[in-house]
Antibody, heavy 120, light 107 residues
Framework: EVQLVESGGGLVQPGRSLKLSCAASGFTFSNYYMAWVRQAPTKGLEWVASITNSGGSTYYRDSVKGRFTISRDNAKSTLYLQMDSLRSEDTATYYC?????????????WGQGVMVTVSS | DIQMTQSPASLSASLGETVTIECLASEDIYSNLAWYQQKPGKSPQLLIYYANSLNDGVPSRFSGSGSGTQYSLKINSLQSEDVSIYFCQQNYDSPPTFGGGTKLELK
């Protein structure tokens, strides 16, 4: 059974940093692209960043470029999102997602989500 | 960015009824469209990919159709467990973008 379990969320002041982790199990992690998708309170879904299966390439939405870094450790089957210079508009539930095999950016499994609140 | 517009924003239907949700892309996305279901308090789940392919384990009362810029999700014989918010998403171009969601409630 595929499982994605996020951790690392919480309350943080604007301008500070936070690092999210996502522990994956139930599939060969190193074979899949992975991504983070977020959802602001009572809002829709927004793709944040993606990473190839090897970690060799990464992709970001414009609003987080230069502030967020997606990475992975295939030996530990873990995905990360380093979030720096956080802003109030980054407040959201962050979901770790698996990208469907060879399917661009279709997200076929989602974690339970972790809440990030950016506020003073 | 490709804009995805869903309609209606909310929908109320009776058990056993058939409902249809529409999704309009701002440009041709060549059937690179997925539908997700988000039950209250839960994370989204993939229902349909490539516009009309049912994901594993999804009941056959769900179906997707469309091409070009216009797509739809149909739910036959509505069940109580279908109460959810439904999102469409294009993955033809980067960044992948989602529709605003359709909230489906029981009448």
């Amino acid at each position: 059974e595929v499982q994605l379990v996020e951790s690392g969320g919480g309350l943080v002041q604007p301008g500070r940093s936070l690092k999210l982790s996502c522990a994956a199990s139930g599939f060969t992690f190193s074979n899949y692209y992975m991504a983070w998708v977020r959802q602001a309170p009572t809002k829709g879904l927004e793709w944040v960043a993606s990473i190839t299966n090897s970690g060799g390439s990464t992709y970001y939405r414009d609003s987080v470029k230069g502030r967020f870094t997606i990475s992975r450790d295939n030996a530990k089957s873990t995905l990360y999102l380093q979030m720096d210079s956080l802003r109030s508009e980054d407040t959201a539930t962050y979901y770790c997602t698996r990208v469907r095999y060879y399917d661009g950016s279709t997200f076929d499994y989602w974690g339970q989500g972790v809440m990030v609140t950016v506020s003073s | 960015d490709i804009q995805m517009t869903q309609s209606p924003a909310s929908l109320s239907a009776s058990l056993g009824e058939t409902v249809t949700i529409e999704c309009l892309a701002s440009e041709d996305i060549y059937s690179n469209l997925a539908w997700y279901q988000q039950k209250p308090g839960k994370s989204p789940q993939l229902l349909i990919y490539y516009a009309n392919s049912l994901n594993d384990g999804v009941p056959s009362r769900f179906s997707g159709s469309g091409s070009g810029t216009q797509y739809s999700l149909k739910i036959n014989s509505l069940q109580s467990e279908d109460v959810s918010i439904y999102f469409c998403q294009q993955n033809y171009d980067s960044p992948p973008t989602f529709g605003g969601g359709t909230k489906l409630e029981l009448k």
